[in-house]
């Protein structure tokens, strides 16, 4: 069935069917995921508001000895087609031939490195082998293309082209344009086809997208890095720093101002490399995202949206690694990035914190598209700086919104008591109340905000969340800590504008009961999953699930009991039984080496459990371990300080699992934010496990 519906771009923004649109984008690498759970981590990804998958196709998990394809299990690209269809997201397939994404050899496969050419140049016998690969490619991808009424909108060529590897200058741009005629003649025929352009690449003429990460781990240095630029207001869409392991960072080789600013890679969290290690927490990629959106970003493209783990290889483990060339070293499985969506399919408080802005950006963003940005002068431009206020405007005439950050990773920020803040416009200056600013906020408010017809919104010193569309009349919800100081004119009719504290924000999800729309708050993910709603909550952590819902229902949901109201919130909540496996941890008496420890861990699941899945939570102190299962390697973790979680559904529950220790001394060249308190000797040991069972609750 063809597809009418219609993509495109202006030099400001993307449109569809001629209109104005502001899409989240989040990246998940399918081959690094198992395919029995694609389906709903497409929807955990589409209920925390991505609207777009990306995807990259990485060729040495699909060609890893030459001509012997792979496209089943993990690799199987057109059933993950299918399953972003069903679930009614949009795909971007990053299609490479390289495409770096911390793999071996940047995704090449090591008998394309062993041909007598030099690959990403315009030898005619490399780009004849990219040709039979992406011919191959799209034999999957057949009637899956966006004009065959399939989810596929977009192609993107090559990565970092001309910064990390590959030709520069006019050689570069002609490199690009043939890859891009390879791919058209090979099938690949979208709305959009797009070229990472950060860092002195070339584009080839498409449509460049961006990115920018809270640190660099690729950095050589182990030592504290300089303050990310990322968190400063300004016009500049180019970071130097991403790739800068593998290429010089230079400035933008095509012109700004006559493409959107689009980012394809802003980073959803971090992956950690073996002597580098950041810790990306939720503020981190919430102010960065903030600061984007206020510098005048029309695109949300997040890189990682979901961790993921190496799938085996048959030749050799497939990281990136030091022993492939590379000068990184990073875990041989682990791929967890700290993402919204974690290596095992949990949703962390970053996805939590990335779903404000995406649900802002769906009832809001149409608009939101044609404001551009203006920087106050005495907005600092060098992230240094920690005294002076940072500000942004994105306005269209009149109406539009104030940024605000005065947060910065690692950085203690000046504290700022009774400021008033203004935003000078043609028709006369708005002014908000006096507040305190504090070391860590970051925010953005609303003026002359349109409300129906006949209203408009002057001010309001809180963030839009949503609209809930509803026969009764349109509810617009707000969030924030402070008085929100509502200034209104006109006439609001049924409408209503709610004001909810951040907190509630993090946790609401919007859910669709008949043709009404209701805002939902439990501190649980809410999913949709082919028509109904289901809580994903853990056994162990509650007795008793409580889910708060404005308006209140017309009925009460099955198996609840409605328990009164707090605030516009109509309280219901259900007590919760279910059995929590219990789990045993052996150390080995005798240990094989003095710089490791080795521990088995017994699973008592109980009988007709109808758990989703088992986590394990270790709380332990080490270099890094591994975990084995019947005695083979299936997942590793480089030691940060955090607790790790292992997911056991994937190997079917087993009843025993192995873990490996590695010690952590003092003198080891790694960077870790906080060093935990060593004996002389060093330290490799878990201090706590627990298992936590998750079950799914209809709701």
Request: glycine residues 10%; aromatic residues 12%.
């Amino acid at each position: 069935m063809k597809n009418t519906e219609l993509f495109s771009y202006t030099s400001e923004y993307l449109t569809r069917n001629g209109r104005p649109w502001f899409p989240v984008m989040g990246e998940f690498h399918y081959s690094r995921y198992p395919d029995s759970y694609w389906e709903e981590s497409l929807y955990k990804m589409k209920v925390c508001g991505v609207d777009v998958v990306s995807a990259y196709v990485i060729w040495i998990h699909h060609e890893e000895e030459e001509g012997k394809y792979l496209f089943s299990g993990c690799r199987d690209l057109h059933k993950f087609l299918d399953a972003a269809k069903k679930c009614g997201l949009l795909v971007f397939l990053r299609i490479g031939p390289w495409c770096h994404g911390e793999v071996r050899n940047g995704g090449f496969p090591d008998w394309l490195l062993e041909k007598d050419f030099v690959p990403r140049t315009n030898d005619e016998s490399y780009l004849s082998c990219v040709k039979r690969y992406y011919e191959r490619v799209f034999m999957e991808v057949r009637g899956l293309l966006h004009k065959d009424g399939g989810p596929v909108i977009g192609v993107q060529i090559e990565n970092e082209y001309g910064h990390c590897g590959g030709l520069t200058g006019e050689e570069g741009e002609d490199h690009m344009r043939r890859l891009k005629r390879l791919a058209v003649g090979a099938g690949f025929d979208v709305p959009y086809y797009t070229a990472t352009g950060w860092g002195g690449a070339v584009t080839g003429g498409m449509l460049p997208v961006l990115g920018g990460y809270c640190d660099a781990p690729w950095d050589p240095r182990i030592t504290e890095l300089e303050p990310s630029v990322n968190y400063v207001f300004t016009q500049e869409r180019n970071d130097r720093n991403i790739g800068s392991d593998l290429g010089m960072g230079e400035g933008l080789t095509w012109p700004w101002d006559k493409f959107p600013y689009l980012t394809a890679e802003l980073g959803g969290g971090i992956q950690v490399t073996r002597h580098r290690r950041p810790v990306a927490a939720a503020a981190d990629i919430g102010a960065m995202t903030l600061t984007k959106l206020g510098c005048g970003a029309n695109l949300l493209g997040y890189y990682m949206y979901h961790g993921g783990t190496n799938p085996h290889g048959k030749r050799s483990t497939l990281q990136e690694s030091r022993e492939s060339g590379y000068p990184n070293d990073l875990p041989e499985y682990s791929y967890d990035f700290n993402a919204p969506i974690r290596e095992y399919g949990q949703i962390s408080d970053t996805g939590l914190e990335l779903k404000l802005y995406a649900m802002f950006l769906h009832d809001f963003g149409e608009a939101f598209c044609e404001m551009k940005t203006f920087i106050p002068e005495d907005s600092p431009q060098d992230p240094n700086d920690t005294v002076r206020l940072r500000s942004a405007v994105r306005r269209k005439g009149n109406s539009g919104y104030l940024f605000v950050n005065n947060y910065q990773r690692r950085k203690q920020m000046a504290d700022h008591q009774g400021v008033i803040l203004n935003v000078r416009l043609p028709d006369g200056d708005i002014s908000y109340e006096a507040q305190d600013i504090r070391n860590g906020d970051y925010f953005f408010y609303p003026f002359h905000l349109p409300v129906g017809e006949h209203a408009v919104l002057i001010s309001a010193s809180a963030s839009p969340l949503c609209i809930l569309h509803r026969t009764d009349g349109e509810r617009y919800i707000f969030y924030g800590d402070r008085e929100p100081h509502f200034r209104i004119e006109g006439d609001l009719g049924k409408k209503e504008l709610i004001h909810i504290s951040r907190e509630d924000a993090l946790h609401a999800w919007r859910m669709e009961f008949g043709t009404e729309e209701y805002l939902a708050v439990c501190n649980y993910p809410i999913v949709e999953e082919g028509g109904s709603c289901k809580v994903l909550f853990r056994a162990g952590e509650t007795e008793e699930l409580e889910i708060r819902v404005y308006p209140e229902l017309p009925t009460v949901p099955r198996g609840f009991v409605k328990t009164g109201n707090e605030g516009i919130f109509t309280r219901y909540s259900q007590r919760i039984s279910r059995n929590t496996p219990s789990c045993n941890l052996q150390k080995e008496e005798k240990q094989s080496s003095d710089e490791e420890c080795r521990y088995r861990i017994e699973l008592d699941y109980a009988e007709e459990t109808e758990a989703e899945d088992v986590f394990l939570k270790l709380d332990y102190v080490g270099e890094s371990l591994e975990l084995f299962i019947d005695g083979k390697k299936e997942g590793d973790h480089f030691y940060t300080g955090q607790i790790w979680e292992i997911g056991l559904k994937r190997f079917g529950f087993p009843e025993n699992v192995d873990i490996t220790v590695h010690r952590l001394k003092r003198d080891m060249p790694v960077y870790l934010e906080q060093w935990p308190d060593l004996p002389e000797e060093g330290a490799c040991r878990i201090h706590r496990l627990t298992a936590e069972a998750e079950y799914k609750l209809l709701f």
